[in-house]
């Protein structure tokens, strides 16, 4: 399976993440001794169905390493736009399946197992889209205090995952709901209010079950389409935010303590 790698963020003065990328893309602040965004390459070189890796937004003049093919795009003007020129590039060079996984950058700590999990998941079947999302108590007892968007329904509260998949062969990439629903990712409410008032007034009056919303989801867009529920809160840590980016930065200082202390014995 082939993986689209979005790393064409770059914080403007007014975001908050400025004071640490200094114009910089984001998927170059450090972290551990190391780019972020090479800790997420380092998992997708560790699992063995990746073929193609689809870079976006960083050019040669940037080292990245990954053991497989890796081929590079400059970033477009937005998210869909970065996606669909990846897509028809793995299709013009050769994929390897119709289904190819879509990845942000800052996520720092997915780990190949999580990537795996994902990969069976999807391999093989149909889907156009397949969105992976988080349980709250799953996020919050992995990462207290990261402060996600969530979507309060009726079985459980979720948040938006940065590990999904496509069907690069089957989707209709000039659907405008989708690019909507794409340029308000992190606004899961916003969300909501594109599949309709009366979707976004059951989901307030938290009526509407997860595949229930995914029914909806799917005919609202015109495509089948699958919400999934990841059991790893790895998989919806982003760094958007400074907060975040101390939080991961302390997860990496507390697993190397771990790491030294172990091998003392």
Same mark, same amino acid.
């Given at each position: 399976?082939?993986?689209?790698?979005?790393?064409?963020?770059?914080?403007?003065?007014?975001?908050?993440?400025?004071?640490?990328?200094?114009?910089?893309?984001?998927?170059?602040?450090?972290?551990?001794?190391?780019?972020?965004?090479?800790?997420? +390459?380092?998992? @997708?070189?560790?699992?063995? &169905?990746?073929? %193609?890796?689809?870079?976006?937004?960083?050019?040669? =003049?940037? /080292? #990245?390493?990954?053991?497989?093919?890796?081929?590079?795009?400059?970033?477009?003007?937005?998210?869909?736009?970065?996606?669909?020129?990846?897509?028809?590039?793995?299709?013009?060079?050769?994929?390897?399946?119709?289904?190819?996984?879509?990845?942000?950058?800052?996520?720092?700590?997915?780990?190949?197992?999580? +990537?795996?999990? @994902?990969?069976?998941?999807? &391999?093989?079947? %149909?889907?156009?889209?397949?969105?992976?999302?988080? =349980?709250? /108590? #799953?996020?919050?007892?992995?990462?207290?205090?990261?402060?996600?968007?969530?979507?309060?329904?009726?079985?459980?509260?979720?948040?938006?995952?940065?590990?999904?998949?496509?069907?690069?062969?089957?989707?209709?990439?000039?659907?405008?709901?989708?690019?909507?629903?794409?340029?308000?990712?992190?606004?899961?409410?916003?969300?909501?209010?594109?599949?309709?008032?009366?979707?976004?007034?059951?989901?307030?009056?938290?009526?509407? =079950?997860?595949?229930?919303?995914?029914?909806?989801?799917?005919?609202?867009?015109?495509?089948?389409?699958?919400?999934?529920?990841?059991?790893?809160?790895?998989?919806?840590?982003?760094?958007?935010?400074?907060?975040?980016?101390?939080?991961?930065?302390?997860?990496?200082?507390?697993?190397?303590?771990?790491?030294?202390?172990?091998?003392?014995?």
């Amino acid at each position: 399976m082939d993986v689209i790698l979005t790393a064409g963020g770059v914080p403007v003065s007014e975001d908050p993440l400025f004071s640490y990328t200094q114009g910089k893309p984001k998927a170059l602040l450090e972290l551990g001794g190391k780019p972020m965004i090479q800790w997420t +390459v380092d998992c @997708l070189s560790a699992v063995k &169905q990746v073929d %193609t890796l689809v870079l976006v937004g960083l050019d040669d =003049t940037v /080292d #990245v390493q990954f053991d497989g093919r890796l081929l590079r795009m400059e970033s477009k003007d937005d998210m869909v736009s970065n996606i669909i020129a990846a897509a028809h590039l793995l299709l013009e060079k050769g994929n390897s399946s119709p289904q190819a996984l879509v990845m942000a950058s800052d996520i720092p700590t997915v780990k190949p197992a999580m +990537v795996e999990w @994902l990969i069976e998941q999807v &391999q093989g079947t %149909t889907n156009e889209i397949t969105y992976t999302v988080v =349980t709250k /108590d #799953v996020m919050e007892a992995r990462f207290p205090g990261s402060h996600r968007s969530f979507i309060p329904l009726k079985d459980m509260q979720v948040c938006g995952g940065d590990v999904n998949a496509i069907n690069i062969e089957t989707i209709d990439y000039d659907n405008p709901i989708w690019r909507k629903l794409i340029d308000n990712r992190k606004n899961a409410l916003k969300q909501a209010a594109l599949l309709g008032l009366d979707t976004l007034l059951l989901i307030l009056l938290r009526a509407l =079950t997860l595949k229930q919303l995914e029914t909806r989801l799917s005919k609202r867009l015109g495509i089948n389409g699958r919400v999934l529920v990841s059991p790893f809160a790895e998989t919806a840590m982003d760094v958007d935010k400074p907060h975040q980016y101390e939080m991961i930065a302390a997860d990496f200082r507390f697993t190397e303590v771990i790491g030294a202390v172990r091998g003392r014995y």
